[in-house]
């Protein structure tokens, strides 16, 4: 045991990450256990601790002003409450065998080894960043950390063309697109994929490629990048796919996010199918008694299909560490799972979705059908009533619901919240036809659109059962 710890006799906690899951794990563990009884002690090679990093597109289209608003614990408070948190250090090596992290200073490159009784891993994702000539040009630019946001805020005030383009066409790279538009440029979108929003159906993504463009936003689809082509200064001037050129004076990377777990896997620890590391149901590191793991480094159970998936959310990573600190504080919590809930916006177009999509139930290897219906977000006859479009997939044999997505205005991103709990909960669409949901006029019509929804589910489920 470390006997470094205050007072001599107690346990070392090491957090590898200082940001949604690490250190929310570091302050759950500080609740129930004093700094006599165990020393925690959090590394963290960036800037900054504890920040949003969803929060990162909004400051930088000006929808939040000051950087620091994002930032929900400074590494002060952290140490005022006798967690060592040491910033601009980076661990290098885990030493499972000796129980003890490798770590180097970033500005000094120094290096040292610190033991560990018990061992936190939140290293979080890394932005996908495509292996194509003049990708790491001055002006590309990945948005993953508050250090990211300000270097692409330096770039945009020190660039004097207005023209962006924003390379995919996942969450980041639509809410990107918006900030972009917001700051005055005119913005191109070239996405992989038929449409933009792939965490969508093609027929659902539809809505958004149209409300983008409408927003005065180019889509381009069905086309990949293949080089950044960059000026005679070596800065980007443009993108080029297989057919075309998009002239560029900054371009973001919005392709999405792997695990960051180069770390974890030198150190032997299992991974999934997705490059996450597995946990038990207690965020436990499958096989180690004394080293856990959350956040965007983890794969999570997806309790509609059963499988293993990594969904990066700072909502999944707060709740790991709640759960990490509890256990490694001497407690008891358990993670069960997700059932893949998720909302965003481009300009005033909400999307949501939750649940399985059509390609993931047919993976899955389940029998479905799905239901689509257009209604409003107030009763019709109320001011501001605006569209929105439900999309329900259903169990063919069961009518178990299996997902739901949402594309509307104001109203309708957060409706899919009904959807979630009626998944986690396992209900049927027949049972959500009977759920006594909120009603007034301004607020939803008589029967609210997710169970207009449900109910014609419930008769496709009928008519193919």
Request: proline residues 4%.
């Amino acid at each position: 045991m470390n006997m470094s710890a205050a007072g001599g006799t107690g346990e070392r906690l090491v957090v590898i990450g200082g940001d949604a899951a690490g250190m929310s794990a570091a302050s759950q563990a500080r609740r129930l256990k004093g700094p006599r009884d165990l020393e925690i002690v959090a590394f963290e090679r960036g800037h900054f601790s504890s920040y949003s990093a969803c929060g990162i597109p909004y400051w930088v289209g000006g929808a939040v002003s000051d950087r620091d608003e994002l930032i929900a614990r400074k590494p002060e408070e952290h140490r005022a409450r006798d967690i060592d948190l040491r910033m601009r250090t980076e661990v290098t090596e885990i030493d499972l065998a000796r129980g003890r992290v490798r770590v180097r200073d970033v500005d000094s490159g120094a290096e040292s080894w610190t033991s560990y009784d018990k061992l936190v891993i939140g290293t979080g994702a890394r932005p996908i960043r495509p292996r194509m000539p003049g990708v790491d040009a001055p002006g590309v630019h990945g948005v993953q950390t508050l250090d990211d946001g300000q270097a692409l805020l330096d770039t945009l005030a020190g660039t004097r063309g207005r023209r962006a383009v924003v390379v995919g066409a996942g969450y980041i790279g639509v809410e990107m697109a918006e900030a972009l538009i917001n700051r005055g440029y005119e913005v191109t979108v070239v996405n992989r994929g038929r449409e933009p929003m792939s965490t969508l159906d093609p027929d659902m993504g539809r809505l958004v490629h149209e409300a983008m463009e409408g927003l005065g936003i180019t889509m381009v689809n069905d086309a990949e990048v293949t080089e950044v082509l960059t000026g005679d200064d070596g800065r980007v001037r443009a993108v080029a796919t297989t057919d075309a050129e998009y002239p560029a004076d900054v371009v973001v990377l919005g392709i999405g996010v792997r695990p960051e777990t180069a770390l974890a896997e030198a150190a032997g620890l299992p991974l999934g199918a997705h490059g996450g590391l597995l946990t038990d149901l207690g965020m436990r590191v499958r096989g180690h008694e004394n080293v856990w793991a959350g956040g965007d480094c983890v794969e999570v159970l997806d309790l509609v299909s059963g499988q293993e998936r990594h969904i990066p959310l700072g909502t999944h990573a707060n709740k790991h560490g709640q759960v990490i600190g509890t256990n490694a504080g001497g407690g008891y919590a358990t993670f069960p799972g997700v059932v893949g809930t998720a909302v965003s916006k481009v300009c005033d177009l909400e999307i949501a979705r939750t649940g399985l999509r059509e390609k993931d139930a047919l993976r899955a290897g389940l029998r479905f059908v799905t239901a689509t219906v257009e209604s409003t977000s107030r009763a019709g006859y109320y001011p501001g009533a605006s569209p929105m479009t439900v999309k329900m997939l259903a169990e063919r044999r069961t009518g178990r619901l299996l997902g739901v997505q949402i594309v509307g205005r104001e109203g309708a991103g957060k409706r899919v919240d009904v959807a979630a709990v009626a998944l986690t909960a396992g209900m049927t669409v027949e049972q959500m036809t009977a759920l006594d949901l909120g009603y007034a006029p301004p607020f939803s019509p008589v029967w609210d659109p997710v169970l207009v929804a449900a109910r014609k589910a419930a008769r496709e489920v009928e008519r193919h059962g």
